[in-house]
């Protein structure tokens, strides 16, 4: 957790300029396990949730140092993107305050996505304290995208708000973990951004093409389909009559079915691999 002192400077700030809608950044500690026949094999990612007037949005620090690199690019009218580290967790996560309206975020295939998520969270507030930290929290359990989740949150922090699509605890939550003890998100700073840094959605970036917005039953058939035709959109663009062609190393062009038939290959061996995702009920 955060050293003590500078906790709680960070908290003493955070309730000082809450009511003046100061945005703050929390950032926690991803730790997660993708392939549920290796426990051992642990991954991380550090996450920030950026919280202001408007809402919170959850994102990977890798993700926000890329696209910077990435801007910096096209500026410069440079196509070379390689040697740009982009993070193990590609999706975004938006809450819109106060109605706490969830979208997230991801690209499957060759299309971007906003997936509108109004699943609530039966929590259970069980007395149980615990010291966090120099943080005072308590303790909450709920069942969410098929995992029993521990939360562990602070009221002294008034924002009902948390890692990933978590919310609706009279408090931030500081450190949640499913069961399974493979996925977790614990609290590791806090610090006050300054008025320019105030939260973009996602919404508002330019991509390729258009965003595609759907539900959460939606995302869930497109996740799945993804899984199992990994190339579906790929051959699709080729069959509307679009012409690819890629070269190798020596500037030879490469036979595309063959490509194909290896990158579906890949694809799927990494999906068997990336087998305990986080909301579990999307391989059901």
């Known amino acids: 957790m955060i050293q003590t002192k ?24 991803y730790v997660f396990v993708k392939d549920s026949t290796k426990m051992n094999d642990k991954e991380s990612e550090l996450m920030y949730l950026d919280v202001s007037k408007k809402g919170s949005k959850f994102f990977s620090q890798k993700r926000e140092i890329a696209d910077s690199l990435h801007l910096e690019i096209v500026k410069n009218q440079n196509k070379d993107f390689s040697g740009i580290d982009y993070g193990l967790v590609v999706y975004v996560v938006e809450k819109s305050y106060p109605d706490f309206k969830i ?55 008034p924002i009902q708000d948390g890692p990933y699509k978590f919310n609706g605890l009279p408090g931030l939550i500081i450190k949640i973990e499913d069961k399974t003890k493979s996925h977790s998100f614990v609290l590791k700073e806090i610090k006050k951004l ?28 497109q996740f799945k389909d993804n899984r199992e035709n990994p190339t579906k959109g790929m051959r699709q663009m080729m069959s509307g009559g679009n012409k690819i062609m890629m070269i190798d190393e020596k500037g030879k062009p490469l036979d595309i079915e063959e490509m194909m038939r290896d990158m579906e290959k890949n694809a799927k061996a990494n999906n068997a691999k990336n087998n305990n995702v986080l909301e579990l ?3 059901q």
């Open 281 to 283: 009920d999307l391989l």
């Open 6 to 29: 500078t906790l709680l400077i960070a908290i003493f700030t955070f309730l000082s300029l809450y009511f003046t809608a100061q945005s703050q950044r929390f950032a926690y500690e």
């Open 103 to 157: 979208n997230l975020f991801d690209n499957l295939d060759m299309s971007k996505y906003k997936i509108s998520d109004n699943r609530k969270m039966d929590w259970k507030i069980l007395s149980e304290k615990e010291t966090i930290g120099d943080l005072n929290a308590q303790k909450a359990t709920c069942n969410f995208a098929g995992r029993t989740w521990t939360a562990w949150f602070v009221s002294d922090i």
């Open 194 to 221: 300054r008025s320019d840094q105030e939260w973009k959605s996602d919404g508002e970036k330019k991509s390729f093409n258009a965003i595609i917005a759907i539900d959460q039953e939606k995302y869930k058939k």
